[in-house]
């Protein structure tokens, strides 16, 4: 699996949109980006993944650049609950049960 | 639909003591992952399971770690004798089928061993 890049922390205000960045530089064709989130006292929580074309749901958008060597996690409208730890993690979609492979994240903070 | 759930949620012992820790996936999702995260670091996976069989165990401590899955369904994890750097929290994941990497994480066992 292709290793990521995060910052390790990052502040965001209420109400702003909060844009995460994760670098893949080495990411190959087959490989999807995972985002995943963790709350504090909590296990990791699926947020949003994609290949190549840009993806929403209704926790946040995921956009992954045209060459596919980064990406971005966005959360439109950030507040206080979303403040956690941020994984990006990228994984092969032909790698039956490969686990997941998580770094050290980023930790956004929300605030008033 | 219930999530995962993990019991202990907490757990004090002291070192050489044995401890266990249980794990009920959702259901229906026949594969099954157990994490370990150390302090401010991500998980790191120590088994997986597909239906009852472990088929990748290369990051479990053998000599002191064991995992079992009967009928497929609910877990434990035991950890005999711990040792103070056993201290962590242990969380249990489960995914309908083998290609998905969506995976729903229980709350976590977190151990300190003393």
């Known amino acids: 699996d292709a290793k990521t890049t995060q910052p390790p922390s990052m502040d965001c205000a209420e109400g702003r949109a909060a844009n995460l960045p994760c670098n893949h530089s080495t990411i190959s064709g087959n490989e999807y980006v995972y985002w995943y989130r963790q709350i504090h006292s909590q296990g990791p929580q699926y947020i949003i993944h994609g290949l190549k074309n840009n993806e929403t749901n209704e926790m946040a958008s995921l956009i992954i650049t045209e060459d596919r060597k980064s990406s971005t996690l966005i959360l439109p409208h950030a507040t206080l609950r979303d403040t956690a730890v941020y994984y990006c993690i990228v994984r092969g979609a032909n790698q039956a049960g490969t686990a997941l492979i998580f770094g050290k994240g980023t930790t956004l903070s929300v605030s008033s | 639909e219930a999530g995962v759930v993990q019991s202990p949620r907490y757990k004090i012992i002291e070192k050489k003591q044995p401890v266990a820790f249980w794990c009920n996936p959702i259901s229906g999702h026949n594969t099954l992952y157990w994490y370990l995260q150390n302090l401010g670091q991500g998980p790191e996976l120590l088994i997986r399971?597909?239906?009852?069989?472990?088929?990748?165990d290369s990051q479990l401590p053998k000599d002191r770690f064991s995992a079992e899955r009967l009928k497929g369904v609910d877990s434990t994890l035991k950890i005999q004798p711990a040792e103070l750097g056993d201290s962590a929290v242990y969380l249990c994941?489960?995914?309908?089928?083998?290609?998905?990497?969506?995976?729903?994480f229980g709350e976590g066992s977190r151990l300190t061993v003393l």
């Open positions: 994941a489960s995914s309908f089928g083998v290609y998905t990497g969506e995976l729903f």
């Open positions: 399971y597909e239906n009852e069989e472990a088929v990748d």
